[in-house]
């Protein structure tokens, strides 16, 4: 890669990614001002573009400000109204981010909201609240065959595709894998690895596209522990892959 890739923290569990080259940078989902401020003064480098993936303040709330700061533009979804967005982007749009060097592809991944957009190049997809690690976002305003058809489109991209996602949720992810799956090892094994990473401070994340397929019960909706688990939910046999990940989402809702 020829970025710096990095995970600023925010509020309590947020993650705003920033990637660098040479000394000019842009910010994926800046919900504060403040880490980003910091981010670029400690390291030199001037901010050329702020992208936004969906409306939710967390992950918008200091786009507005930053690109005054700056003069830069902000790229976001096309389907949703947030006042800063000035490049109204959706599936198909191809951008290219002044200074950096760097193209993205724009795909629409409603289900968390309505206009929820991911950006997709160079071996990293930027995926806001829809696709995280071991676990995927909250059905806001999205139907469940929305979200099961956007987490499939993730899911499509190569194994080595660096998974940047919106919160550091992993951990809760995992121990919610663990009931759906028992028996699955590699479940057991990437815990252990994000407890350590988390003890030392570190984030979880990016995580692997490859490993999400192996240890995320959202992607695994048509492995047979998976829908095991959502017949005894249900109490019957699910109708299809939808109804598996309508019903394990479901039940995550009010797991803790
Ligand atoms: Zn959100």
């Known amino acids: 890669m020829d970025f710096d890739l990095v995970a600023l923290p925010a509020f309590r569990d947020n993650y705003i990614w920033l990637l660098a080259a040479g000394s000019v940078a842009a910010v994926i989902d800046p919900g504060d001002a403040a880490p980003v401020r910091l981010a670029l003064k400690e390291r030199q480098l001037k901010l050329a573009a702020v992208l936004i993936t969906h409306h939710h303040p967390d992950h918008m709330g200091g786009a507005a400000a930053l690109a005054q700061e700056h003069g830069c533009a902000v790229y976001g979804p096309a389907h949703e109204r947030i006042v800063a967005v000035d490049r109204p982007l959706s599936e198909g749009a191809e951008l290219q981010l002044p200074g950096l060097k760097a193209r993205f592809r724009v ?81 057991r094994e990437y815990t252990d690895e994000c407890a350590l990473r988390r003890e030392r401070g570190e984030p979880t994340l990016p995580s692997r596209l490859g490993r999400e397929r192996r240890v995320n019960p959202f992607l695994r909706c048509g492995e047979a522990g998976v829908q095991d688990a959502a017949r005894r939910r249900l109490g019957r046999k699910p109708a299809d892959a939808v109804e598996v990940f309508a019903a394990i989402r479901e039940w995550k809702d009010g797991f803790s």
Do not use: W
């Open 107 to 187: 795909l629409d991944i409603p289900g968390h909201t309505a206009g929820h957009i991911a950006y997709q190049g160079h071996g990293i997809i930027f995926c806001g609240d829809t696709l995280f690690s071991a676990g995927c976002g909250r059905l806001f305003e999205g139907t469940a065959a929305q979200m099961s058809a956007s987490l499939a489109k993730l899911a499509a991209l190569p194994d080595e595709t660096a998974v940047c996602c919106g919160h550091e949720y992993t951990l809760a992810n995992l121990k919610f894998a663990r009931e759906v799956e028992p028996d699955n090892r590699e479940v």
